[in-house]
């Protein structure tokens, strides 16, 4: 019995010296871990901007003529002309862009007709939107591929006629809006981490219209097709 009652008071002491640590382990040990902190996305860093310079080479332009001696058909030379944009895109993945430009130019446009020669100033403005596809990029050179769709306003200025034609020079078309679809093709460089220099090949199709009265002639076209060589910068906003 004496022995008994000794084993107890022997747990009873080792119980009370373990307690004290242990509640003090329990309180030091962190009942939940930290949560991971939240970092923000930035809004925006896959945006940029571009503005360009190009050369527009010269183009035949199927053409006719109703007045004088009535309708004539005939071919009408757009002349090479610099063209100059400006735009704003965002890059979706690496491999995946987009932007919105717009667009002027303006260059001669003459050519004869059975009843005499026409002449005057083409003037235009694009909008388009544009898609493309970077191929990777090799030494900080970046090939690309892209196509795009909008609308060009067109307006002939400063009109000319001889022979049979009379008209009125100063009686300015008000502007022509049409379809346009554009397909490029070019290599981007990074200058800096920001910038990159880009220079490329670019086919613009402009599809058929009126190029406006002007006194008793009226001229209108099947459309025409320019070809460009551009360059310019793109500016990403990171």
């Not at 970046?142 to 306003?153: D, L, R, S």
């Not at 001889?162 to 300015?172: E, P, T, V």
Request: hydrophobic share 40%.
């Amino acid at each position: 019995m004496r022995a008994t009652k000794t084993l107890l008071l022997a747990g009873l002491l080792a119980a009370s010296a373990l307690a004290p640590a242990g509640a003090a382990d329990l309180l030091q040990s962190p009942l939940y871990e930290n949560a991971p902190e939240v970092v923000p996305v930035e809004i925006g860093n896959a945006w940029y901007l571009r503005v360009d310079g190009a050369y527009d080479f010269k183009s035949d332009v199927d053409a006719s003529a109703d007045g004088g001696l009535g309708r004539s058909d005939g071919t009408l030379q757009l002349d090479g002309a610099p063209d100059f944009g400006v735009g704003a895109g965002y890059h979706f993945t690496d491999m995946l862009r987009a932007d919105v430009t717009g667009r002027y130019w303006r260059g001669d446009l003459s050519g004869d007709f059975s009843g005499g020669g026409v002449g005057g100033k083409l003037r235009a403005w694009e909008v388009m939107a544009n898609a493309y596809v970077d191929l990777g990029t090799i030494a900080g050179f970046t090939p690309y591929i892209g196509g795009g769709a909008g609308a060009v306003n067109l307006r002939l200025e400063d009109v000319s006629c001889a022979a049979a034609y009379a008209c009125d020079g100063s009686a300015d078309a008000s502007g022509d809006w049409r379809f346009a679809y554009a397909a490029m093709a070019g290599v981007a460089y990074s200058l800096t981490q920001n910038l990159q220099l880009d220079v490329g090949y670019r086919y613009t199709h402009v599809g058929e219209g009126d190029l406006g009265s002007f006194g008793d002639l009226r001229l209108s076209d099947d459309g025409f097709d320019r070809h460009s060589i551009q360059a310019g910068i793109r500016y990403s906003l990171w």
